[in-house]
DNA sequence: CTCCAGGTCGTTG
DNA sequence: CAACGACATGGA
């Protein structure tokens, strides 16, 4: 991989085991426009970034080689061997081999915590799309207008600061409907340092859990989930609709409970957990298991 | 029309 | 503790 600074660019060649579409479509986030085949803008750690990748080139346009080094490089995951551990979990399971070569380019991104929060406090009972609406709507309302490159008007991710002031109403109209509740004390429990990412980063996983489902309107699997895509503790293993068909359908036989099939998880992928679970969810969702 | 969505909460048994 | 309906909204 080489990575080159030119006219306002970065230019990132000799790419391997990443693909932009499918680290963005896998459900992880939901803050992106697909601009063109291969194209995106996208919204994330309160900038905007417009990305393309062709073939084993990706260009992240007007940034800079400090901006990579602080911001991008690590939201993309650059610095982590993904081929390693591709082959690590077919060692635990032969049969995701060929999933896994299906979507090969999968990079867990390392999102910002609160917006990832945010997003998941907003994904639940919800269908994708509808997700992202929601986030739009709230970003449109709270946050800065900022133009695509191709100059189209989007609006960032609301800062905690922009967003502190918003009511249930505001969030309800919205379309965050009984989830707009749910925000408010997110958000006011992150105003108030109840909830601190700082003080986070010692914590175990376990400690962390216990911090984040004490919001309310997050449960196990939105606390699995910021976890994973927002604190980057790749051992955690979210458990939705899909992973609990997915995982009755490889492993159980029959109808499961969230928590067995969790524990069950975590057992067998150990620190590779958040991973195999990306993997899965994505082979689940592509091939309507269980639908 | 009914059913369900990258669930969680509050209430019952 | 486990089971179950309610919850907003929109699409199939």
Redesign the pocket.
Known sequence: MIVKEIDNNIVISKLSDFNLEETLE???CFDFIKAEENAYDIIACGRYLFAEQKEDTLILYDTSMDEYESVWKDYFDFETDYADIKRRIIDIDERLKSVIEENSGIHILRQDFYETLISFII????????IKQVIRNISERFGREILTKKGAKMYLFPTLEEIKAATEEDF?SC?A??RAKYLIDAIKKLSDKSVCEEKLFDMTDAEVHDIL?SI????????S?VMLFGLYRVGAF??????KRIMEYMYFGEDTKKEVIESYAKDKFKELSGYA??YL?IYGKNERIGR
């Open positions: 896998c459900g992880q994904s639940q009972n919800k269908q994708i799309p509808q309800k379309k409907g009984f489902v309310k309107g997050v449960g196990d699997k939105v606390a989930c979210p458990v939705d609709v899909w992973m679970q990306q969810f």
